[in-house]
């Protein structure tokens, strides 16, 4: 089945600097891959997506990019701010099936 | 803004005793989900759910473990027999016609 690896686990930027947080996956049918943000005592929320037919794709500060070939996957933050301090998720669903594989997720930490 | 409710948010309970978890999903959605996390740990897929049958569960959603659209808008899972490794956080998801997975705030199951 899908596997999907997340690094780093912790990340701390100072504010207004940007921050990347990379994925790989291991499934070549996997075709959609969201990135979930997590707020302490709270849910994922979806903050982005892309689907495998696109390369990259942007939101105001945040983007993401997809290498097909080499099944990895980014999620970039530019000008940080004290608010994306939480814990990101990346993660994959195979063509084939609708659940979500997530990462072990990283814990992103803005600097004052 | 449409959101994933559940209830409750905290739900302690004994080992051996069964609990049920409850959700609603965003009203238009078809494709229901939970999801569980472990303190620390990734979030991982237990059952799907759609047209009132399970789509795909995991191997962690054993006999111990069924889940129930009984009305129009409520969604459970329930533990027959909790064991003390059924203590994690429990997320519902809904989804309509597309890809997008939303996710509720979670209840935090504590099993003593």
């Known amino acids: 089945g899908e596997n999907v690896e997340q690094h780093p686990s912790t990340l701390s930027v100072q504010e207004g600097d940007s921050a990347v947080i990379k994925c790989t996956y291991s499934d070549s049918a996997s075709n959609y891959f969201p990135w979930y943000k997590q707020e302490l005592g709270k849910g994922p929320q979806l903050i982005i997506d892309?689907?495998?037919?696109?390369g990259e794709k942007k939101d105001q500060r945040i983007a993401v990019t997809l290498n097909k070939t080499a099944k990895h996957f980014s999620l970039h933050i530019t000008e940080t701010q004290p608010e994306d301090s939480a814990v990101y998720f990346c993660?994959?669903?195979?063509?084939?099936?609708?659940?979500?594989?997530f990462g072990k997720g990283t814990r992103l930490h803005i600097l004052p | 803004e449409p959101e994933v409710t559940q209830t409750p948010s905290h739900q302690v309970t004994q080992m051996g005793q069964e609990v049920i978890l409850r959700c609603v999903p965003i009203s238009n959605h078809l494709y229901f989900y939970w999801y569980r996390q472990i303190l620390g740990q990734k979030v991982e897929f237990l059952v799907s759910f759609y047209n009132n049958e399970i789509s795909e569960k995991s191997e962690i959603f054993d006999d111990q473990f069924s889940v129930e659209r009984p009305d129009g808008s409520n969604f459970t899972l329930k533990i027959r027999s909790t064991k003390l490794e059924d203590s994690a956080m429990y997320f519902c998801a809904s989804r309509g016609q597309g890809y997008e997975q939303y996710f509720g705030p979670g209840t935090r199951l504590t099993v003593t």
């Open positions: 892309i689907r495998s037919n696109v």
């Open positions: 993660a994959a669903s195979p063509s084939w099936d609708d659940k979500i594989i």
